[in-house]
T-cell receptor, first 112, second 112 residues
Framework: DGGITQSPKYLFRKEGQNVTLSCEQNLNHDAMYWYRQDPGQGLRLIYYSQIVNDFQKGDIAEGYSVSREKKESFPLTVTSAQKNPTAFYLC???????????FGSGTRLTVV | SQQGEEDPQALSIQEGENATMNCSYKTSINNLQWYRQNSGRGLVHLILIRSNEREKHSGRLRVTLDTSKKSSSLLITASRAADTASYFCATGYGGSQGNLIFGKGTKLSVKP
């Protein structure tokens, strides 16, 4: 079945550590996106990529980095520069913004 | 900000009743989409309406779009307890804006 997979489901980060969240899709979608969701809030865009080897900063890119070496994969690294990383992270993909997004099931990141 | 705003923030109804949620936005759009999110899960795409459309239906869902008022509504008819979720509108602007912008959502509770 086609879909988008995020892993891990839960992730704990110590202060000063970098962590990487995985996002893989087998939908043959060109565009992929990372959003952050805080409790009771909407989604805020971190990074998006419309094509392999190209990506754009979203509204809250500081403290995060991404790569898009393969069409299927769009990993997000939360660096130690991100001072408040505890949140629910959602990855999505689509043909482009003119079509509906398919979302993964999310990764909940907690700083310990 | 281009972010859409949903109204109301929270809605509680009885099973069998209709639920109406509204979304307002500020600048001209290419399309508007509605998504559902169950607690702690990813978002699920419900329906997309393009700027040249006024109404769309999908099962028990009816979406309207009024571009002159920059607003949209989502109607869920004959609601069920399983409809309990948060509902988000997302606006697509086209051009160099290659991503959707999500509102903060309406939390719907359907009591059996």
């Amino acid at each position: 079945d086609g879909g988008i997979t995020q892993s891990p489901k839960y992730l704990f980060r110590k202060e000063g550590q970098n962590v990487t969240l995985s996002c893989e899709q087998n939908l043959n979608h060109d565009a992929m996106y990372w959003y952050r969701q805080d409790p009771g809030q909407g989604l805020r865009l971190i990074y998006y990529s419309q094509i392999v080897n190209d990506f754009q900063k979203g509204d809250i890119a500081e403290g995060y980095s991404v790569s898009r070496e393969k069409k299927e994969s769009f990993p997000l690294t939360v660096t130690s520069a991100q001072k408040n990383p505890t949140a629910f992270y959602l990855c999505a993909s689509s043909l482009d913004f003119n079509y509906g997004y398919t979302f993964g099931s999310g990764t909940r990141l907690t700083v310990v | 900000s281009q972010q859409g705003e949903e109204d109301p923030q929270a809605l509680s109804i009885q099973e069998g009743e209709n639920a109406t949620m509204n979304c307002s936005y500020k600048t001209s759009i290419n399309n508007l989409q509605w998504y559902r999110q169950n607690s702690g899960r990813g978002l699920v795409h419900l329906i997309l309406i393009r700027s040249n459309e006024r109404e769309k239906h999908s099962g028990r869902l009816r979406v309207t779009l009024d571009t002159s008022k920059k607003s949209s509504s989502l109607l869920i008819t004959a609601s069920r307890a399983a409809d309990t979720a948060s509902y988000f509108c997302a606006t697509g602007y086209g051009g160099s804006q290659g991503n959707l912008i999500f509102g903060k959502g309406t939390k719907l509770s359907v009591k059996p």
